[in-house]
């Protein structure tokens, strides 16, 4: 517990010394935080909205979307399955860690079951991805997506992506 005290005494320290550089012309990197549960306390108790930031992935994230709608456009040619490159692009939803997102919802109940829902708008589709707070790593990690309205469980062999924002804060 002391050691939380203290990390976020530090980064409020950080943050208001940046504050004051940027008042004395001086401008600094802006980099990528982890959206965490001291960094989001400290937005809501100030007069800034959460919903004015922008929001970004943590590592890049390709969805395989399943469009009953889209025509799958295929053939078989030497006993081989083909596929239209056109129907191939439909189902990838690529999200990269420079698509910014925009806060939809953020469902704020402090039981360790907070989420955000961030609207990107990624190859001409609203794509919603929802992040659950993960109490344990004090982060929010990326669960579920709504593509075009319609909901994705999301499942990966490596770890899915965290939610993150842009600053000037850096632990470096």
């Known amino acids: 517990m002391k050691k939380k005290v203290f990390v976020f005494i530090i ?5 208001v010394s940046a504050l004051f550089s940027q008042e004395e012309g001086t401008s600094r990197k802006i980099n990528r935080i982890t959206v965490n549960w001291e960094i989001l306390n400290m937005l809501r108790k100030s007069e800034n909205n959460i919903s004015e930031l922008n929001y970004f992935l943590s590592s890049p994230l390709t969805i395989i979307i399943n469009d ?3 025509n799958p456009n295929f053939m078989v040619n030497n006993g081989n399955l083909l596929f239209s490159d056109q129907y191939l692009d439909s ?4 999200l990269t860690v420079n698509n910014a997102g925009r806060l939809y ?4 109940n402090a039981s360790g079951n907070e989420i955000f829902e961030v609207i990107f708008t990624v190859q001409n589709r609203f794509v919603t991805l929802k992040f659950k707070r993960n109490v344990k790593e004090n982060r929010f990690d990326l669960f579920s997506a709504i593509i075009n309205g319609r909901p ?3 499942s990966s062999d490596t770890a899915l992506p965290q939610l993150m924002i842009s600053s000037n804060f850096d632990l470096r």
């Open 152 to 154: 994705y469980s999301l």
């Open 91 to 94: 189902m990838r939803v690529d």
């Open 11 to 15: 980064l409020m320290c950080f943050l």
């Open 68 to 70: 009953e709608n889209i």
């Open 105 to 108: 919802l953020y469902n704020d």
